[in-house]
């Protein structure tokens, strides 16, 4: 009888439960961690741009012909002049529009305008006059 080794054996297969228990417990928590922080930047993002008052919120999004179609609302308390907007960090071309048609750089509070962009995309950052970046997704 052997029982020397089948007691090793269980030591063996019990410290590798505890091992990989005690790495999920750890990793579970950096993952917590990393995204409370992330919500916390993201946050902090967006509360700057409350409080510079450049917030903008799409209303609407549809894609034709190669070209993405924004409706954005100034949603803050000041204009925000639109200098460039990106695409995966490239910059691509684009126009505004008002409800007149008219082609227009600056977006003024409380009023809806179409954002053209001549690329497919969901996602485009507008860098204002001042250098902020303004992250949209459709």
Do not use: C
């Not at 700057?48 to 179609?69: C, E, K, L, P």
């Not at 803050?76 to 750089?105: A, D, E, L, Q």
């Amino acid at each position: 009888m052997n029982v020397k080794g089948i007691s090793e054996a269980i030591t063996v297969v019990f410290l590798i439960l505890v091992t990989l228990i005690a790495m999920a417990i750890v990793s579970i928590y950096y993952l917590h961690v990393v995204n409370l922080n992330q919500y916390g930047l993201s946050q902090e993002l967006k509360n700057y741009y409350i409080a510079t008052g450049q917030m903008v919120s799409v209303v609407y999004y549809h894609q034709t012909d190669n070209r993405s179609y924004f409706y954005v609302e100034n949603i803050g308390n000041i204009p925000i002049n639109v200098s460039k907007i990106y695409v995966n960090h490239t910059m691509v071309k684009f126009i505004i529009y008002n409800t007149t048609n008219t082609n227009v750089r600056i977006l003024y509070p409380q009023i809806v305008y179409v954002i053209e962009v001549y690329d497919n995309t969901t996602n485009i950052i507008i860098q204002t006059s001042n250098n902020n970046l303004i992250q949209l997704e459709a």
